[in-house]
Nanobody, 119 residues
Framework: QVQLVESGGGLVQAGGSLRLSCVVS????????VGWFRQAPGKEREFAAS????????FYADSVKGRFTISRDNAKNTVYLQMNSLKPEDTAVYYC????????????WGQGTQVTVSS
């Protein structure tokens, strides 16, 4: 059974940094995409970043480009999201998800971790 567990969320002041972790169990990271999504109160869930685990090619939403960095450690089966220069509008529940290469959707999701950025 594939499980994803996020951690690293918290309260930070604007301009600060946080690093989120997503530990994947039940399968290796190979041949997959791992993505970070976020959902702010009253808003739809949106894509933030993803990484193709085979070659570490990464993708970012325009809203986080240049501030967030996604990376992976295959040995630890973990994907990270380093978030710098945080803004109040980054406040959301952050979810990681896994999509197998060849699949059109993310099939596995974590429970989410809260990130709150104060002004």
């Amino acid at each position: 059974q594939v499980q994803l567990v996020e951690s690293g969320g918290g309260l930070v002041q604007a301009g600060g940094s946080l690093r989120l972790s997503c530990v994947v169990s039940g399968r290796t990271l190979s041949s997959s995409f791992v993505g970070w999504f976020r959902q702010a109160p009253g808003k739809e869930r949106e894509f933030a970043a993803s990484i193709r685990t085979s070659d570490s090619r990464s993708f970012y939403a325009d809203s986080v480009k240049g501030r967030f960095t996604i990376s992976r450690d295959n040995a630890k089966n973990t994907v990270y999201l380093q978030m710098n220069s945080l803004k109040p509008e980054d406040t959301a529940v952050y979810y990681c998800a896994l999509r197998l290469i060849g699949s059109t959707s993310y099939s596995y999701w974590g429970q989410g971790t809260q990130v709150t950025v104060s002004s």
